[in-house]
Nanobody, 122 residues
């Protein structure tokens, strides 16, 4: 059973930056594709970004492309989401997720973190 613990949310002004971290335990981290999702109030959970087990490939939602960067450190069992040029519409609860997969997928993640709130003020 993989356990994911997130940190790094908070309140930031529009145009600012935040970095999320997600620490994994309970599995061989380098065997898992890792992703970030977000859910704004009253909306479904949306895909944000995914990174392959090796870190060699990434995919982003169009809404965050060029502003957010997903990365991972397999030695530390941690995945990161660097968020720059934040907009008010980025306000949401952010979740990390894991899937035993060597490829890239935007869905079908069985393991989830607890979620952390990001609020971007204007």
């Amino acid at each position: 059973q993989v356990r994911l613990v997130e940190s790094g949310g908070g309140l930031v002004q529009a145009g600012g930056s935040l970095r999320h971290s997600c620490a994994a335990s309970g599995g061989t981290f380098s065997n898992y594709a890792m992703a970030w999702f977000r859910q704004a109030p009253g909306k479904p959970r949306d895909f944000v970004a995914v990174i392959t087990w090796s870190g060699g490939s990434t995919v982003y939602a169009d809404s965050v492309k060029g502003r957010f960067t997903i990365s991972r450190d397999n030695a530390k069992n941690t995945v990161y989401l660097q968020m720059n040029s934040l907009k008010t519409e980025d306000t949401a609860v952010y979740y990390c997720a894991a899937r035993y997969d060597s490829g890239i997928t935007r869905s079908g993640y069985p393991y989830w973190g607890q979620g952390t709130q990001v609020t971007v003020s204007s």
